[in-house]
């Protein structure tokens, strides 16, 4: 495998994923946020000032702690596993067998290629062998891999993995739309185009019950 710079640019230009696990080192929460508030805010500082930025201006003297508390906090919250949501469940005492799904979920995210956002929605389903979880469950699990520099396969497939293993069941899928803004933005420049992942675990593996669900998916929900 070739290991040059260009190589590795032109790997993250294609947002090709490596692996279903965020790549992260073993000593990765060694410090604590505020430590690494605290570095990452002189790593910007630096980014700025090599840029030719005067930090001492009004408008750019808070950047730095800004970006550093928004990375660590809010965008990159979802690397430490601490901040996974809770994995309660229900038995399902309606004895609904059927197909659940939650659709049009609110996916931001950022493009571990180029730390750009990548903004669409996520459509999730299952069918309960017995266990049910929270609605909003599924709303969170998404957001939580979200908040993570990501690539939209993998993240796709956290999101699918990781209700099986609450749920006890194969039978999950999940779909995202979503554009990124290293696309739309810069480069090739392609506003109008999105990215359509998929990922289909157990009984979603048949065309009929996978149909079912890009069916739902379809559905103009009034309100
Ligand atoms: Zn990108």
Redesign the pocket.
Known sequence: MIQNEDFQDEL??D?IATSAQTPMRSDAFAISDEEKIELIKKDVENILNTLGLDLTDDSLKGTPNRVAKMFVKEIFGGLNPNKKPSSSTFDNKYKYGEMLVEKNIVVYST??????P?VGRAHVAYISNGTVVGLSKMNRIVDYYAKRPQVQERLNIQIVQELQKVLGTEDVACVIDAK????NSR?IRDIESSTVTAEFGGKFKEDKVRREFLDYIKLDTQF
């Open positions: 993250g230009n947002h493009c571990e290629h180029h730390l750009l990548i990124h803004l290293c696309v480069g």
